[in-house]
């Protein structure tokens, strides 16, 4: 894909650059950080299997597939609330935003029975236009194996999801299957996470990348489906949660039976209003509301106090710093203010 080639360049600069350049010697220059969205809209519902999905666009795709697929027993959630973009993006940006996806958007404690997630499409940089997105394989290793233990300390049964295909470039793809095996490889140390081979069970019906179209495949270059794609792929998430749901009902988790409490008073809490000042949004203590161009709820936190929205939807600066006017949200730096 050509679409970005400027932000090619870009990150070509920035690896010689980053993370602290230089303008003049009374001004550094650091990476914005990007805005986290909110958690999902529900608290846990105590008579259902309560499951969350975290994961990019392919998962926002098949989650409502699945929650029709498992029906009325289980409430079937995506995080982070994201209906518009990459959802949980790379495992830099999900590791970053993990305490606000694993709680509801407005930062109730919530509890899950099943949890499964995937990273890796945003982490290749799939379409080269998201150079911020890519991780290197030995820092995917890490971000994945942070993310799972955390995850498996909440106590919900926990799964994970391979990578899909890249259809439209081989090199890309072999980085997919580079990023499923190291995946694999750091899913083998946690015994109970569960994987789901989602890359096989969609080269069985396209074949191996690179095709120009397959029935389940959305119109080349792209990395999604059909409204058939989601619901195919949904039959084996489907199937990976109910193998994780197997031995939840005959023993029912003791949170169940006991009201869990808030992990920070509610005063210390952030709301985030909209435009007709009603409260969609809670971040956490020491964190600010900004506008997110990609939040279900228009809203999201960035993780420092005081910090500086960059009007793109997606970044925002330190306290102390000031957004680049360049900033979009492709990229974006900050620059100290003296
Ligand atoms: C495939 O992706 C790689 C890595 O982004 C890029 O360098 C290459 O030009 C792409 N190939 C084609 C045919 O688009
Ligand atoms: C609040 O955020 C600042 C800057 O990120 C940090 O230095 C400070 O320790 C935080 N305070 C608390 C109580 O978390």
């Known amino acids: 894909m050509t679409c970005c080639l400027p932000f090619i360049f870009y990150a070509f600069l920035m690896t010689f650059l980053s993370p602290v350049m230089s303008i003049t010697d009374s001004q550094s220059v650091i990476q914005a950080e990007r805005i986290c969205k909110p958690g999902p809209p529900l608290k846990a519902s105590l008579g259902k299997m309560n499951c969350l999905v975290i994961g990019d666009s392919i998962s926002i795709g098949y989650t409502p597939w699945v929650a029709k697929m498992l029906g009325d027993g289980y409430q079937v959630q995506h995080a982070p609330w994201d209906q518009r973009d990459g959802g949980a993006l790379d495992s830099k940006y999900g590791l970053q935003c993990l305490r606000i996806f694993l709680q509801t958007v407005m930062l109730e404690p919530t509890k899950y029975d099943v949890i499964i997630f995937n990273f890796g499409m945003h982490d290749i940089n799939y379409g080269g236009c998201w150079p911020e997105e890519y991780v290197e394989p030995v820092d995917y290793a890490e971000n994945l194996n942070a993310i799972t233990s955390i995850l498996l300390s909440t106590g919900a049964n926990v799964g994970y999801v391979l990578t899909t295909p890249v259809p439209y470039n081989v090199t890309l793809n072999n980085r997919a299957k580079q990023y499923n095996g190291i995946a694999g490889h750091v899913m083998k140390e946690y015994p109970t996470v569960v994987t ?8 069985e019906v ?12 959305d119109k080349q270059p792209s990395p999604h489906y059909t409204a058939q794609g989601y619901q195919y792929l949904s039959e084996r998430i489907k199937d990976l949660i109910l193998d994780l749901t197997q031995d939840i009902d005959e023993n029912p988790p003791s949170w169940k039976r006991r009201e869990s409490s808030r992990w920070i008073a509610s005063k210390y809490l ?68 003296r």
């Open 196 to 203: 789901a081979d989602l890359y096989t069970w969609v080269i």
């Open 206 to 217: 396209c074949g191996d990348p690179p095709y120009v179209s397959c029935i389940i495949a």
């Open 270 to 337: 952030v709301p985030c209003s909209d435009k007709y000042g009603k409260v969609v949004t809670v971040c956490p203590y020491n964190t600010t509301c900004c506008d997110d161009l990609f939040s279900y709820t228009g809203q999201g936190c960035c993780l420092t106090p005081e910090a500086v929205p960059c009007g793109d939807g997606k970044h925002c600066c330190p306290a102390g710093f000031e957004c680049d006017p360049g900033c979009s949200k492709y990229k974006c730096s900050c620059r100290e203010m």
